[in-house]
C-alpha cells in the first residue's frame, strides 16, 4: 500500500487553476499548505463529513469550475448520505476521492468499526456512475484523469497506507486565512 | 402574495442563489415554491448538516447559500455550525420551521418545540421568529443581508401559519 504524500504529490501535480480543492481535516489539510497547489485551496480543521457537501454547493455554484474534494473513510463512514445527495444532484464539475486507511488519523489513529466496507460498491448503490479505485501512483494518475473527464459526479476510492510514524505537519493556517484566501 | 409567496420573494430578493433543503410537511411546501422560481436553484439533501455544508459551499464559490430545513434538523447542526460557520466565518441563511410550539400542540413535536429557540440563545445563534403581520419577503432579504454583512449565520423560524 502506498504512502499518503506521494499520492498526494501526484494529485497535487494533476491539478489547474481552473479547479478547487476542498480538503477534509486530518493529515491532507495539514500537508496541502507546505505544498504549491496551483488552485485554491479549502481545508477544514473540524467538521468531519462536511468536505464533500461544501464541494458540492461550491460545483453548483460555479460550474464553469472542476472541485475536487479529498474526504476520509472515518468521515464518509459517519455521513454515507451524502453519496446519495451528490448522485441526485448530478453536478459534472465535482469528483471526490476518498482517502481509506481504517483510521481516525487526525485524532491519534484510532481504528473505524472493525468490518471492511466495499466503498466502491456502496458509492455505486448510492448513485454514483462513476466510481474508480486506486492503491498507488501510476493507478491514482489513471483513475483521477478518467474521474474528472466523466462528465458527472465521480468517486475514486484511493487506499493509502496507515503510519502512525508519520511526521505529519502540524495544523498552520488559521481558518481565516483559509477562507480570505480562497477566491474562486 | 401568500406568506409562501413573500418568502420566496424575499430570498430572490436577497439574491440567494442555492436552497438546500431536507423538507417536513411546512419546509417541503415552501420548497416547492423555490422550485418555482427561476432564480433559486434547489438542493435536496439527505441530512441538515449536508444542507449547511452546501449552503457555505455556495457563498464561498460567490454566490448566496440558504438552508431550509425543521427545528429537529437545526438541533443536529450543533458540530457544523461551531466547526464549520463559526470557525470559519461564513455566512449561512436558515429558514426553520418552528415545530411544537403553542401553534403546533402536537405532541411528537412538543419536545423540539420546548427546547429549540433555547438552544438557539445557548448556541449564540442570531434568530428571530417570522411576522406575518409583517412584510415576510423584508425579513427574509434582511436575514440574508444580515448573514452576509456579519459573515455567520441567521435562523428565520417560521410556523405553518405563516406560509398561507
Known amino acids: ?184 | 402574495m401568500t406568506g409562501l409567496e413573500q418568502i420566496v420573494a424575499g430570498l430572490e430578493a436577497g439574491q440567494v442563489s442555492i436552497v438546500a433543503s431536507v423538507p417536513d410537511t411546512w419546509i417541503g411546501r415552501l420548497m416547492a415554491g423555490v422550485r418555482r422560481s427561476s432564480r433559486l436553484r434547489a438542493v435536496d439533501v439527505a441530512r441538515e448538516e449536508e444542507a449547511v455544508a452546501v449552503a457555505c459551499g455556495a457563498n464561498l464559490a460567490g454566490g448566496r447559500g440558504a438552508v431550509l430545513i425543521q427545528n429537529a434538523g437545526l438541533l443536529n447542526c450543533g458540530g457544523i455550525l461551531a466547526g464549520l460557520v463559526e470557525l470559519y466565518r461564513l455566512p449561512c441563511f436558515f429558514i426553520v420551521s418552528l415545530r411544537g410550539d403553542h401553534r403546533d400542540p402536537v405532541y411528537y413535536h412538543a419536545p423540539k418545540g420546548r427546547v429549540t429557540e433555547e438552544t438557539l440563545r445557548a448556541w449564540r445563534l442570531p434568530h428571530a421568529r417570522a411576522d406575518r403581520r409583517g412584510d415576510l419577503a423584508a425579513q427574509v432579504k434582511q436575514g440574508v443581508e444580515f448573514c452576509v454583512e456579519s459573515r455567520g449565520p441567521f435562523v428565520l423560524l417560521i410556523s405553518g401559519e405563516d406560509l398561507g
Open chain 1, 1 to 184: 500500500m502506498t504512502a499518503r504524500k506521494p499520492l498526494l504529490d501526484a494529485l497535487v501535480a494533476m491539478l489547474t487553476p481552473r479547479d478547487a480543492l476542498v480538503s477534509c481535516l486530518g493529515a491532507n489539510a495539514r500537508y496541502l499548505p507546505h505544498m504549491t497547489v496551483p488552485c485554491p485551496v479549502f481545508a477544514l480543521c473540524d467538521s468531519m463529513s462536511a468536505a464533500i457537501p461544501l464541494a458540492l454547493g461550491m460545483a453548483l455554484q460555479r460550474p464553469d469550475r472542476h472541485v475536487v474534494a479529498l474526504e476520509g473513510d472515518g468521515s464518509l463512514l459517519m455521513s454515507p448520505n451524502v453519496l446519495a445527495t451528490v448522485a441526485a444532484a448530478a453536478p459534472p464539475n465535482l469528483t471526490m476521492l476518498l482517502w481509506v486507511n481504517g483510521r481516525y488519523e487526525s485524532s491519534g489513529g484510532q481504528a473505524l468499526p472493525a468490518v471492511t466496507v466495499d466503498w466502491a460498491a456502496l458509492a455505486r448503490a448510492a448513485g454514483i456512475g462513476h466510481v474508480a479505485a486506486a492503491g498507488d501512483v501510476a493507478g491514482l494518475r489513471e483513475a483521477f484523469t478518467r474521474a474528472r473527464a466523466a462528465g458527472a459526479p465521480a468517486l475514486v476510492v484511493v487506499e493509502v497506507a496507515f503510519d502512525p510514524a508519520e511526521a505529519i505537519p502540524p495544523y498552520s493556517e488559521r481558518p481565516d486565512e483559509i477562507r480570505a484566501r480562497f477566491q474562486l
